[in-house]
């Protein structure tokens, strides 16, 4: 891989400290109903790593459909998580922005050749999703998220 | 107005310290073409207006498009503005999400009820916009995009 395989972004990620508080304003200022409250990494799907490491870190999570890209609010539960130490070191604010991709191994292969390290991966019913630390390069965290269907 | 008038992400905007330097990685980890760096808020139709006053802060600005959503990298140009003070204070990383309406006046005006202040409006050939201060309640900036057609 010399590129990734998708440019569309799918997603938008954002760190909040009250997912239920967050979630009942997007609600009220875009006039749409609030979603349900998820739980995040919280099953046997999960194997959260971070940083190389199996974590227990979870999330609360609310997810909108904003056109055609998904609004993903994270509410950091437990630590270590890149959502967690998001909140920690810069507060609220927007984490990441997702791409599929077919490939997920040879995608963080090509972005570590790059200097982007996976910072966490992990997975959920349905797909697996690496955390791609891009600051220095891109200015933010990428999220490459492979479904298995 | 009791909603925005519209719930689709139009825009992703990052703030970077060296827009040549991001959009050359952007388009070589994409393998998209690197847009031309056009200047930002820098001609006659940018009557920038920061906090209440009038400024000449500019920016130095690259677009992609990843699918239906539209990435703009802003370097700042000068001061005072939303995007260098976000860039002082948070550093680089994501600053907003953009939605389009047809009423800016009122959908600002909806927006400072709910105590989201607009801490920058102006315009560019082509419409107009105002960046909303969000982060309490939404975790974000929030830009509205008027077009003038």
Same mark, same amino acid.
């Not at 990494?41 to 194997?47: Q, R």
């Not at 982007?116 to 910072?119: K, L």
């Not at 891009?134 to 200015?139: M, P, V």
């Given at each position: 891989m010399d590129q990734l395989d998708s440019t569309t972004v799918v997603q938008i990620g954002l760190i909040v400290k009250d997912v239920e508080k967050a979630a009942s304003a997007y609600a009220e200022v875009f006039g749409i109903p609030k979603p349900a409250i998820v739980p995040i990494? !919280? !099953?046997?799907?999960?194997?959260t790593n971070y940083h190389g490491q199996p974590s227990t870190a979870k999330g609360k999570g609310a997810f909108f459909d904003l056109g055609p890209v998904q609004m993903e609010l994270i509410e950091p539960v437990g630590a270590p998580s890149t959502w967690e130490e998001f909140l920690r070191t810069r507060g609220e604010g927007l984490h990441h922005i997702a791409f599929k991709t077919m490939q997920l191994e040879e995608a963080r292969e090509f972005m570590a050749s790059k200097g982007?390290?996976?910072?966490q991966y992990g997975g959920w019913d349905g797909g697996q999703y690496a955390s791609v630390d891009?600051?220095?390069?891109?200015?933010t965290i990428l999220e490459l998220l492979h479904f298995d269907k």
């Open positions: 990494a !919280d !099953d046997s799907f999960a194997n982007m390290e996976t910072v891009c600051s220095k390069q891109l200015g």
